[in-house]
């Protein structure tokens, strides 16, 4: 019988032999973060908040697009900074407790200023929301590498698992927070409302940053190795020779860039409900609930799945159910004039595939590195992929565009066209799990 999280083998013991420990920290922390990202989601919240400030869908989509890009753009430098520590626990500290703060001024910011300087307060949460995803990714790489020394590679995607069913449970009381908040304009008026949201999601991500103090990295055993981690720019130079030399890696890049794409619309989801299908805005609880319940479906998918078959399975199938969301979307409309009754619902299911499919999108990816690389590799590879990746930055102001000039319908078609051929894609990856440890017993 495998163990669970709270049980060891006495491999776990010998090789990791704080892994209780450690793991009950890390999903807790990867809880408590979940919970907190709710409250400042660009699909949701926050998507919402700046389409108060300003009507225009492609300044609003060009703003999601940086917002996602802040946390992929430093990654090779945060890579490369990886590469070169002894341990990774130190650096995770400094990153997340040196830039996660920045939320709490936000929320003040917002509160005061929202109503009479909407310009204004747009570019300071853009700047505030970037600061906090671009620490997040010098928190972030160092991070999967501490996960890798911590936790054995058959217990990864249930300890990650579980901290993202645990998020999705405070998940799902943070979707009828935000319903509460945002419909009761009496009790919580704009733009107070939404400065509370952003503030209680700040102090749950805080919680998240105490449960790393409680993580014990060991010290690693025997001799650092003779060879020099390349620096940043070393890496920048030598990246088109790594990329040709490493077939598969230049596949998995090209796969999630793909897919990366494949998001488009999702920034437009609830513009769209809002705008066109008539919902208010204090629907948006109910999508946050529903897209957290889908992110506790995906935390099962990755405990379950990624263990017993492996980060490309995985891939594979968070790409299909990434294909759900925009058909749900392109069928809302022809629903809405025959049976308008069930838009809600369906709205709700297309929420609940969005939580599965991009909760853990990046995980298949970083575990297929984790696999299939040399440990010293690992946080230059993790860092060259997401920032790569970074292109697909362009995405929401593609999908903007789209929606400006052409229709929602139109976007919600090409975001579909990316998931299809990032699964095409996927099909020629190799399986790096022959490489894995094999599952223990009892």
């Known amino acids: 019988m495998a163990t669970g999280v709270g049980m060891t083998t006495t491999r776990d013991q010998g090789n990791y032999p704080h892994y209780k420990r450690n793991a009950i920290a890390l999903a807790l922390d990867n809880a408590f973060f979940g919970t907190g990202a709710n409250f400042i989601s660009t699909a949701t919240v926050l998507m919402t908040f700046l389409a108060t400030l300003t009507s225009n869908e492609v300044l609003i989509g060009a703003a999601v697009g940086l917002l996602n890009s802040a946390w992929l753009l ?17 650096m995770v500290l400094k990153a997340a407790w040196s830039t996660r703060p920045v939320l709490l ?33 010098f928190t972030s790489v160092p991070w999967f590498s501490m996960l890798a020394r911590v936790v054995p590679p058959d217990r990864r995607g249930r300890v990650v698992g579980i901290g993202g069913i645990l998020g999705g449970l405070g998940g799902v009381g943070a979707g009828m927070l935000v319903r509460y908040v945002l419909a009761d304009s009496a009790r919580f008026p704009y733009p107070g409302n939404y400065g509370l949201l952003i503030a209680i999601g700040c102090l749950s991500i805080l919680l998240s ?11 690693p055993t025997g001799e650092p190795s003779a060879e020099v981690p390349p620096s940043f720019w070393q890496v920048l130079k030598r990246m088109p020779e790594l990329l040709a030399r490493d077939v598969p890696f230049r596949k998995l890049v090209i796969t999630k860039v793909v897919l990366g794409f494949a998001g488009l619309a999702g ?13 208010d805005t204090a629907v948006t609880g109910y999508f946050v609930t529903a897209q957290v319940i889908g992110s506790m479906g995906s935390g099962l998918l990755l405990s379950y799945i990624q263990d ?53 999108i990046g995980w298949p990816f970083f575990n297929w590195i984790l696999e299939a690389e040399p440990e010293q590799h690992q946080p230059l590879y993790i860092g060259l992929l997401n920032t790569i990746s970074a292109v697909s930055m362009l995405a929401p102001t593609i999908g903007g565009l789209l929606v400006r000039t052409v229709s929602y319908q139109a976007a919600f078609c090409v975001g579909m066209g990316f998931a299809i051929a990032a699964l095409v ?15 223990s017993a009892d």
């Open 105 to 137: 001024p936000l929320a003040l910011v917002v509160w005061l200023f929202a109503a009479e300087h909407p310009q204004l307060v747009f570019a300071a949460t853009v700047l505030a929301i970037f600061c906090f995803f671009a620490g997040d990714a």
């Open 209 to 219: 940053g105490v449960c790393l103090i409680l993580v014990h990295e060991p010290e």
């Open 308 to 360: 017993h078959w492996g980060p490309l399975h995985h891939m594979r199938t968070l790409i299909v159910v990434a294909m759900l969301p925009p058909l749900c979307a392109l069928l809302a409309g022809p629903l809405r004039a025959t049976w308008p009754e069930a838009v809600l619902p369906l709205y709700l299911a297309l929420y609940f595939f969005a939580g599965v499919a991009w909760t853990n």
């Open 74 to 90: 430093p990654q090779l430098i945060a890579g490369s900074m990886a590469a070169r520590q002894r341990r990774m626990k130190p």
């Open 425 to 439: 894609l996927s099909f020629s990856l190799p399986s790096p799990r022959h490489r894995a440890v094999a599952p």
């Open 267 to 279: 920034s437009f989801y609830v513009l769209y409900a809002t705008r066109e299908l008539g919902f």
